[in-house]
Nanobody, 126 residues
Framework: QVQLVESGGGLVPPGGSLRLSCKVS????????LAWFRQAPGKEREFVAA????????YYSDSVKGRFTMSRDRDENAVYLQMNSLKPEDTAVYYC???????????????????WGRGMQVTVSS
């Protein structure tokens, strides 16, 4: 059974930083495609970042490129999202997602990911 357990959400002022974590179990970690998505109130779920497998490139949405960094730790079976220079428009519920290795063109499609964490609230506000 695949489990994704997230932690690290919270309230942060504009310009601040936050680090999200997601522990992955039940899926071969090194070959799994791992991703972060987010969903703001009244909006559809949005792609944030994805990594096809350990050692390959990370892909980011234009809205977070240069501010967010995704990484994965094989020893901890965990994936992280370091978020810097946060803006109010980054406010959303953030989800960790996993899938068997996806092709590049599928990385940003939420329907391609069968495994999801419960989500955690990130609020950027003064």
């Amino acid at each position: 059974q695949v489990q994704l357990v997230e932690s690290g959400g919270g309230l942060v002022p504009p310009g601040g930083s936050l680090r999200l974590s997601c522990k992955v179990s039940g899926r071969p970690f090194n070959t799994a495609t791992l991703a972060w998505f987010r969903q703001a109130p009244g909006k559809e779920r949005e792609f944030v970042a994805a990594n096809r497998r350990s050692g390959e490139n990370v892909y980011y949405s234009d809205s977070v490129k240069g501010r967010f960094t995704m990484s994965r730790d094989r020893d901890e079976n965990a994936v992280y999202l370091q978020m810097n220079s946060l803006k109010p428009e980054d406010t959303a519920v953030y989800y960790c997602a996993a899938a068997p290795r996806l092709i590049l063109s599928a990385l940003g499609l939420s329907r391609q990911y069968p495994d999801w964490g419960r989500g955690m609230q990130v609020t950027v506000s003064s």
